[in-house]
């Protein structure tokens, strides 16, 4: 494991001059269902997560379903449990059988702790599922030696041994990655981890390649960029998250997963109906998703 320091969050209260995008619909709620605490510390991780003094607190069980419910209320589509890590969850199985019941619904883990026991449960619960069950699993690389130097050491073998236990149970999953350390001239990281994953059995590769966003332990790969009004000339909001997702996590909601828990950027102290306003893009990651079309959500 990674022995990193948590980075303090930095307050992004937006200015006067910062751009706001209107809400249109609620399609996503993302959960922070344990907060910043992790069992690995990647070193590009963006809300700098980790084993040791999490800055961002877990949420308790009634308070994930009291939003589960007020979400049903409100027409959301989707249901996305992430962290930290949230298999550390005492009660995740529990609480993804609740959403099951409401939504499509996917939980983003590092894979590393599921082993078999866990899968057959996930077997079960989408099984028996009204809805969909979206399993994503973090790999940053095709080998273990570049993936173990970002992720901590062991960490490529646990994740790539729970990939095959999800497919050897039909239980196909995204695997997503950070475009941190590929070599220069080589095939693309989509590529390499394509073929890694067909040399590994699994059929039907299933790939998500995400940017580095300059946040959490990444924050000095950013030039501080924050967008203005005149980034949003001709440009189509509909095109960033902020616009369709809300994000529980301890302390209240906010607009996206890149911003729970960030001092300045909670919409609401409680509840999901309260948040559902305008967002303003005062934080440098804000740049990010405007630059590159980056969806935390699956598609």
């Given amino acids: 494991m990674l022995g990193l320091s948590v980075r303090a969050p930095r307050d992004i209260a937006a200015s006067s001059s910062a751009p706001r995008v209107e809400f249109r619909e609620l399609e996503q709620v993302w ?30 069980v009634e308070t994930v379903r009291r939003h589960i419910r007020e979400a049903e209320t409100l027409g959301a589509r989707e249901f996305y449990f992430t962290g930290g890590e949230p298999f550390l969850h005492p009660e995740i199985l529990a609480l ?13 883990t590092n894979g590393t702790l599921i082993d078999d026991p ?22 940053d690389a095709p080998t273990a030696a570049e993936n173990d130097a970002i992720r901590g050491r062991g960490s490529f073998a646990k994740a790539l041994a729970a990939v095959r236990r999800l497919v050897a149970r039909d239980l196909y999953p995204i695997v997503t990655a950070t475009e941190i350390a590929a070599p220069p001239g080589s095939p693309s990281l989509y590529e390499r981890l394509h073929a890694m994953l067909r040399a590994a ?15 959490g332990r990444c924050e000095s790969r950013g030039d501080g960029r924050r967008l203005t009004a005149g980034d949003l000339e001709g440009f189509d909001p509909a095109r960033l998250q902020c616009t369709r997702t ?20 909670r919409l609401a102290g409680e509840g999901l109906a309260a948040a559902l306003g305008p967002t303003a893009l005062a934080h440098p990651a804000c740049s990010t998703c405007y630059e590159t079309g980056i969806a935390c959500g699956n598609s």
């Fill in 246 to 265: 809300r994000v529980v996590a301890a302390g209240g909601v906010y607009a996206c997963p890149i911003l729970a828990g960030l001092p300045g950027a």
């Fill in 31 to 60: 959960f922070q269902i344990t907060g910043t605490l992790c069992n690995l510390a990647c070193r590009h991780c963006f809300n700098s997560s980790g084993p040791h003094e999490p800055w961002l607190a877990g949420l308790d």
């Fill in 201 to 215: 059995g699994v059929a039907r590769p299933r790939i998500k390649i995400l940017p580095v966003l300059p946040t």
């Fill in 96 to 108: 993804l059988a609740d959403a099951l019941a409401v939504a499509p619904t996917t939980v983003l």
């Fill in 118 to 139: 866990t899968a057959d449960r996930l077997t079960q619960l989408a099984a028996a599922a009204l809805y969909s069950l979206e399993i994503r699993v973090s790999l």
